[in-house]
C-alpha cells in the first residue's frame, strides 16, 4: 500500500521558515517524480514545486527564490524548505509522487499558516 506522509507544517509569522517533509511508503520513491502543490480556500490546487527523479527542479513564479524543493532518496523522503513566507502562503500543502497515469500517488495534506 502507497503512503505519503507529510509533516513540518504549522504557524508561522511573515517572514519566517518552515520544512516541510513527505516520507513516502509503499514506492521505490527515487524512481518518481515528486512535487509539492497547495490549496488554499476557495482557490484550485496549484503546483509549488517538483524534482524529477534524476534531480531537476521547476518552481512556482510565486515561490521562486523563497522555496527549495529536494529529496533524500534513501529516506523515500522529499523536503521543501520554505523561507520568506507570505501570508499567500497560507494553504494546505500536499505531496505528489507520479511515475506515470497508473502510479500517480498523494498525500493527506499539512496546513501552513502564515500571520502574525
Known amino acids: 500500500q502507497v503512503q505519503l506522509v507529510e509533516s513540518g507544517g504549522g504557524l508561522v509569522q511573515p517572514g519566517g521558515s518552515l520544512r516541510l517533509s513527505c516520507a513516502a511508503s509503499?514506492?521505490?520513491?527515487?524512481?518518481?517524480?515528486m512535487g509539492w502543490y497547495r490549496q488554499a480556500p476557495g482557490k484550485q490546487r496549484e503546483l509549488v514545486a517538483t524534482i524529477t527523479s534524476g534531480g531537476s527542479t521547476d518552481y512556482a513564479d510565486s515561490v521562486k527564490g523563497r522555496f527549495t524543493i529536494s529529496r533524500y532518496n534513501a529516506k523515500n523522503t522529499v523536503y521543501l524548505q520554505m523561507n520568506s513566507l507570505k501570508p499567500d502562503d497560507t494553504a494546505v500543502y500536499y505531496c505528489?509522487?507520479?511515475?506515470?497515469?497508473?502510479?500517480?500517488?498523494w498525500g493527506q495534506g499539512t496546513q501552513v499558516t502564515v500571520s502574525s
Open positions: 509503499g514506492i521505490i520513491s527515487s524512481i518518481y517524480d
Open positions: 505528489n509522487a507520479h511515475y506515470n497515469s497508473n502510479h500517480d500517488h
